[in-house]
Nanobody
């Protein structure tokens, strides 16, 4: 069983930055951030594998960075140059399957945090 607790959400103006944190209780093969805007499907944003590889959605490449501090059992999502379309509830997720890479779909993650809201105004 993995517990995930997100923090760091808030309201910013377009062009601003936020850093989300996700504290976890147990290591996983893949950690990821998803987001869900009202009326839309939950979508993958960024993923980091225990081997160190990272992947990003095209919409956030060059603006968002995912990282992990194993000593602190925390995954981060640094979000720069935020846009109004980044407004959503952001969720941390963990995949403990041991798969050799992050697969990036909701069904591949067994554990989820409660979410943290990010609102970007124009």
């Amino acid at each position: 069983q993995v517990q995930l607790v997100e923090s760091g959400g808030g309201s910013v103006q377009a062009g601003g930055s936020l850093r989300l944190s996700c504290a976890y209780t147990s290591s996983s093969s893949c950690m990821g951030w998803f987001r869900q805007a009202p009326g839309k499907e939950r979508e993958g944003v960024a993923f980091i594998h225990s081997y160190g590889s990272t992947t990003y959605a095209d919409s956030v490449k060059g603006r968002f960075t995912i990282s992990k501090d194993n000593a602190k059992n925390t995954v981060y999502l640094q979000m720069n140059n935020l846009k109004p379309e980044d407004t959503a509830m952001y969720y941390c997720a963990a995949d403990q399957s041991g798969y050799w890479r992050c697969r990036g779909t909701k069904a591949d993650f067994q554990y989820w945090g409660q979410g943290t809201q990010v609102t970007v105004s124009s």
